[in-house]
Protein backbone atom coordinates (compact mmCIF):
# COMPACT_ATOMS: atom_id res chain seq x y z
CA UNK A 1 0.00 0.00 0.00
CA UNK A 2 1.44 3.70 -0.93
CA UNK A 3 1.89 5.67 1.90
CA UNK A 4 2.34 9.83 1.85
CA UNK A 5 3.59 11.55 4.96
CA UNK A 6 3.43 15.09 5.15
CA UNK A 7 5.23 17.25 7.65
CA UNK A 8 6.86 20.75 8.57
CA UNK A 9 3.91 23.21 8.50
CA UNK A 10 3.27 25.88 10.96
CA UNK A 11 2.58 29.00 11.88
CA UNK A 12 5.11 31.43 10.53
CA UNK A 13 5.12 35.62 10.27
CA UNK A 14 4.80 37.27 6.21
CA UNK A 15 8.50 37.05 5.25
CA UNK A 16 9.29 33.82 7.04
CA UNK A 17 10.15 30.32 5.65
CA UNK A 18 8.84 26.67 6.32
CA UNK A 19 10.18 23.55 4.52
CA UNK A 20 7.80 20.86 4.39
CA UNK A 21 8.75 17.21 3.70
CA UNK A 22 6.92 14.11 2.40
CA UNK A 23 7.89 10.77 3.12
CA UNK A 24 6.73 8.04 0.95
CA UNK A 25 6.81 4.10 1.14
CA UNK A 26 5.26 1.65 -0.97
CA UNK A 27 6.12 2.29 -4.51
CA UNK A 28 9.45 2.03 -6.02
CA UNK A 29 9.85 6.02 -5.64
CA UNK A 30 12.51 7.17 -7.87
CA UNK A 31 10.60 6.27 -11.18
CA UNK A 32 7.44 8.52 -9.90
CA UNK A 33 7.24 11.70 -10.59
CA UNK A 34 5.58 14.03 -7.18
CA UNK A 35 3.91 17.04 -6.69
CA UNK A 36 2.59 19.35 -3.70
CA UNK A 37 -1.00 20.89 -3.91
CA UNK A 38 -2.24 23.06 -1.91
CA UNK A 39 -5.91 23.67 -0.90
CA UNK A 40 -8.11 26.73 1.29
CA UNK A 41 -11.35 26.16 2.48
CA UNK A 42 -14.01 26.50 -0.37
CA UNK A 43 -11.57 26.48 -3.37
CA UNK A 44 -9.95 23.27 -5.41
CA UNK A 45 -6.81 21.90 -4.68
CA UNK A 46 -3.79 23.59 -6.35
CA UNK A 47 -0.70 22.39 -8.12
CA UNK A 48 1.97 24.30 -6.42
CA UNK A 49 5.13 22.22 -7.76
CA UNK A 50 6.12 19.19 -9.31
CA UNK A 51 9.50 17.24 -9.94
CA UNK A 52 9.46 14.96 -12.62
CA UNK A 53 11.62 11.52 -11.67
CA UNK A 54 14.62 12.84 -13.18
CA UNK A 55 14.31 16.12 -11.04
CA UNK A 56 13.25 18.43 -13.69
CA UNK A 57 11.05 21.10 -11.57
CA UNK A 58 8.15 22.88 -12.51
CA UNK A 59 5.90 25.91 -10.32
CA UNK A 60 2.53 27.86 -10.39
CA UNK A 61 3.71 31.91 -11.24
CA UNK A 62 2.80 32.57 -7.80
CA UNK A 63 5.12 30.65 -6.49
CA UNK A 64 8.30 30.91 -8.63
CA UNK A 65 11.23 32.58 -7.24
CA UNK A 66 10.50 32.00 -3.78
CA UNK A 67 9.48 27.70 -3.56
CA UNK A 68 12.09 24.88 -4.23
CA UNK A 69 10.82 21.91 -4.61
CA UNK A 70 13.49 18.60 -4.83
CA UNK A 71 13.74 14.92 -4.29
CA UNK A 72 16.21 12.41 -2.22
CA UNK A 73 15.53 8.74 -4.22
CA UNK A 74 17.68 7.44 -1.27
CA UNK A 75 15.33 8.51 1.43
CA UNK A 76 12.12 8.38 -0.40
CA UNK A 77 11.15 12.05 0.31
CA UNK A 78 10.22 15.03 -1.36
CA UNK A 79 10.74 18.30 0.00
CA UNK A 80 8.96 21.87 -0.85
CA UNK A 81 11.66 24.66 0.65
CA UNK A 82 8.81 27.72 0.92
CA UNK A 83 10.50 30.87 0.99
CA UNK A 84 9.15 35.10 1.36
CA UNK A 85 5.53 33.58 2.80
CA UNK A 86 2.80 35.35 2.35
CA UNK A 87 -0.45 35.19 3.65
CA UNK A 88 -1.99 33.60 0.28
CA UNK A 89 -0.01 31.06 1.07
CA UNK A 90 -1.98 30.20 3.21
CA UNK A 91 -3.83 27.14 3.26
CA UNK A 92 -3.42 22.97 3.58
CA UNK A 93 -0.18 21.83 1.67
CA UNK A 94 -0.99 17.72 0.43
CA UNK A 95 2.06 15.38 -1.39
CA UNK A 96 0.96 13.73 -4.03
CA UNK A 97 1.94 11.17 -6.41
CA UNK A 98 0.32 8.86 -9.09
CA UNK A 99 0.33 4.85 -9.09
CA UNK A 100 -1.20 2.47 -10.96
CA UNK A 101 -3.68 4.82 -12.68
CA UNK A 102 -4.87 6.48 -9.53
CA UNK A 103 -3.78 9.48 -7.66
CA UNK A 104 -2.29 9.00 -3.98
CA UNK A 105 -2.75 11.80 -1.62
CA UNK A 106 -1.19 12.21 1.93
CA UNK A 107 -3.56 13.75 4.59
CA UNK A 108 -2.10 17.27 4.27
CA UNK A 109 0.20 19.66 6.66
CA UNK A 110 -1.01 22.90 7.42
CA UNK A 111 0.70 26.07 6.53
CA UNK A 112 -0.59 29.35 8.10
CA UNK A 113 1.10 32.65 7.22
CA UNK A 114 0.41 35.71 9.34
CA UNK A 115 0.35 39.63 8.34
Known amino acids: QVHLVESGGGLVDAGESLRLSCRVSGINFRLHPMNWYRQTPGMQRELVAG???????NYVDSVKDRFTISRDNVRAAVYLQMNSLRPNDTATYYC?????????WGRGTQVTVSS
Open 51 to 57: ISSDSVA
Open 96 to 104: NTHYKGNQV
